[in-house]
């Protein structure tokens, strides 16, 4: 299963969002082209903001729930309409349970030995986390040994200026928390450091696409 981030692979994690402004904030996440919008669930009545945001932008971007510790959280998330399970660590009845009921997840890993043991129980897709504390040479080494295809996205104190050197160490999407939203930053605020994230990673990735383009060289022959 690959990652279903459209427009990009970025997650918006709204962590302490409350349901009364749940629609108001996604409403420019969605707008700014985040392609994911994680509610964790220890925020402030979190299954019902995950509710509200699905039925108003399940059809543009992936909504779902963060801190997924139990399969019954996995089970809750889906009844209220999040098809995303965010996880901060491994945990394989987590992972079993979210493909039962076809959700995309995203363990939490930091070592080898953890990546493994998530693929092992049928992840495709893993959380770098916390990012910060290890930082884009770590993933590198992580991608020699894990097998292609498998998508890893860092989340944890990741700043957009940052995004090109961990685009190079092999990331394939990234989660924002408090670079994007704090339950004390106005929508205006949210809305500019959304923008500024999209553009940031549009700009990294284009510029990643063109260093990739191979070059070729035209020789001409006498007559």
Do not use: C
Request: net charge neutral.
């Amino acid at each position: 299963m690959t990652l279903k981030l459209a427009p990009t692979p970025l997650v918006a994690i709204l962590r302490g969002v409350t349901p009364d402004e749940a629609d108001s904030i996604a409403a420019v996440i969605v707008e700014a082209g985040f392609g994911a919008i994680e509610v964790p669930l220890n925020s402030p009545d979190p299954l019902a903001s995950i509710e509200l945001i699905a039925r108003l932008f399940g059809d543009k971007v992936l909504v779902g729930a963060g801190t997924v510790l139990d399969a019954d959280d996995v089970r809750r998330t889906h009844a209220a309409g999040g098809r995303l399970v965010v996880a901060p660590n491994f945990d394989a009845a987590v992972v079993a349970e979210a493909i039962r009921m076809a959700m995309q997840v995203l363990p939490g890993i930091a070592t080898a030995t953890e990546a493994f043991a998530a693929l092992r129980a049928g992840a495709t897709q893993l959380k770098l986390f916390p990012a910060a504390t290890y930082g884009p040479r770590h993933l590198q080494a992580l991608r020699t040994v894990l097998p292609k295809g498998i998508d890893i996205l860092p989340v944890g104190g990741v700043a957009a200026d940052q995004i090109p050197d961990w685009l190079a160490a092999g990331a394939a999407g990234f989660g924002f928390g408090s670079e994007l939203f704090r339950p004390d930053y106005s929508r205006a605020e949210i809305a500019r450091r959304a923008q500024l994230i999209v553009q940031a990673f549009r700009d990294a990735r284009r510029r990643q696409d063109a260093t990739a383009i191979p070059t070729t060289t035209t020789t001409g022959g006498t007559s």
